[in-house]
């Protein structure tokens, strides 16, 4: 069983920056791909960044330029660096793996002040 186990979140002003971290309980080099998504209160889970098996990195149109995914193999973590960061972007935040199943963390929160 894959687990992964995220940490990094708090409260931030808007325009302060935060790192996030997800520890997998195995190689993440092991994985198709992995990434992190967001859900807000009485929102839908969304689509954060994502970094595929080769290194390919895909964005949401809200968090491009401001969100940075990357990934340490040797310490099995992946990172979401966040800056500029605005109010909206105050949501749980989910690592997610995949390679045949689906694998989600218990997320961490995030939450942004004005």
């Known amino acids: 069983q894959v687990q992964l186990v995220e940490s990094g979140g708090g409260l931030v002003q808007a325009g302060g920056s935060l790192r996030l971290s997800c520890a997998a309980s195995?190689?993440?080099?092991?994985?198709?791909?992995m990434g992190w998504y967001r859900q807000a209160p009485g929102k839908q889970r969304e689509l954060v960044a994502t970094?595929?098996?080769?290194?390919?990195?895909n964005y949401a149109g809200s968090v491009r330029g401001r969100f940075g995914i990357s990934r340490d193999n040797a310490k099995n973590t992946v990172y979401l660096q966040m800056d500029m960061l605005k109010p909206e972007d105050t949501a749980v935040y989910y690592c997610?793996?995949?390679?045949?199943?689906?694998?989600w963390g218990r997320g961490t929160q995030v939450t942004v002040s004005s």
């Open positions: 997610n793996a995949n390679k045949i199943n689906v694998y």
């Open positions: 195995r190689s993440i080099f092991s994985f198709d791909a």
């Open positions: 970094m595929s098996h080769g290194g390919n990195t």
